[in-house]
């Protein structure tokens, strides 16, 4: 597996494999990787030639008082893991690569950036969408992969992908859970063994709204109201029901919407969503 | 030659090209070509293996007022000029294939889009910045020409290609102009025979201020005067003195600068510019 730390290394192995007929599937990650990444990586694995993997804790994303420096650095076992699953190449650019002095320039996805996330987190998209064009530029992949649980950020990358012309198809793959339901993430590392257990709320609720749903539920208010009491145990950011493509709050279900809540719980804030779309509206 | 509509056949052919080992040169334009863009055509034409124009008036980049309407449209003379360089394709795309419904993302390049032609096209850079990317995308060029007399929008892209990791070379080609100094321009075409006189003070003011730096005058405020005074039988919309590379403003000229004009002659907007090296400063 070959570690590439610059973006003209990076493309010119890029440049290589399309030459040679290969696909390049990229998963664009900030490292401290679980299995939802590992899912990631082994789709790439298996659905293109070459698989390429970056690691890099993107600084314009988090805001002053964000989690930045504690952020989780776990390098030696995210290297182990992808040589595990087969990737091809792990891509670690360093932040003064990345940001030089006089860097100037960025990229806003207006609309599917608003609300949600974006209240508490103002620059979070802005340093998003810039930094997976930065890593798209250098990587130039036939496919990258996601995770739906940053279900809005999801949605901020296909605009921008189809928008900006960047010839990427953006595959989206489902959440991945503990036994218990709560989401994947890195930032479950700061949770302490009661907050842990507390945090079941979030996909509890989502699940409790989901069993709704599929019983015929179309009604938004009674959807969040029942998410909102379930969480009761954490500090809500938002429980909302959205257009899945666009964003927009939607306060019935009418085509697929996205069911997403943000909650701190102690010094985690954490994330998750569901995606739902009627059986009346699909096909 | 071949005429290429979408962003995903010009990928396509590039990538062809570059599998191939072939360096692709592109020059962007918004069409009504006259001797300038054939500079940038022969540039790409001697330097590059392939070598592809684009014709495209790009509507973000004009503002509610402005001259996006009667922008000169010359296809047939555009595409007989490009035969007769010898450029291998051209791409064409249309504003509804470039700007669907819902396109929503947008690049922004801080500091070098500010002052000079932003104060009165405050959108322009923006416009700019996001069409040359998605053009970039779609023909990932090795290299890219563009024309010095467009000087802030050269520096703003070359920011842009370096701090998105693009993997372009931005090669800035120089000014070219009538045998009489008017820099050319497509909006020359907007001039009356009266307007064409008068307008001949933007690069004649410009040319007597270079004489009087290479005479040594170093202070910006002597150099604007003199600018300021040759240009009075137009309306002025600025007369600056810039770094070349920050488009910062400078009061003496201590390293490569740009003196930069702009001005209302009739209906026309005209840009012009000069750049200057000191001689103590170089290499």
Known sequence: MKLIHTASEMRAWSLARKAAGQTVGFVPTMGALHEGHASLMRAARARDDAAVLSVFVNPTQFGPEEDYDRYPRTWEADQAMAVDIGMDAIYVPDAREMYPEGYATYVMVEGVSSGLCSRTRPHFFRGVATVVTKLLNAVLPDR????????????????????????????????????????????????????????????????????????GERDGAALLDLVREGMAGVTIDYVELVDADSMCPVDRVRGRVMLAVAALVGNARLIDNIMFTPPECAG
């Open 144 to 215: 990258a992969y996601f995770g739906q649980k940053d279900g809005q950020q999801c949605a901020v990358i296909r605009r921008m992908a189809r928008d900006l012309d960047m010839g990427v198809e953006i595959v989206e793959m489902p959440t991945v859970r503990e036994p218990d339901g709560l989401a994947m993430s890195s930032r479950n590392k700061y949770l302490s063994a009661e907050e842990r257990k507390r945090a079941l709320c979030l996909s509890r609720s989502l699940f409790a709204a989901r069993a709704r749903l599929d019983a």
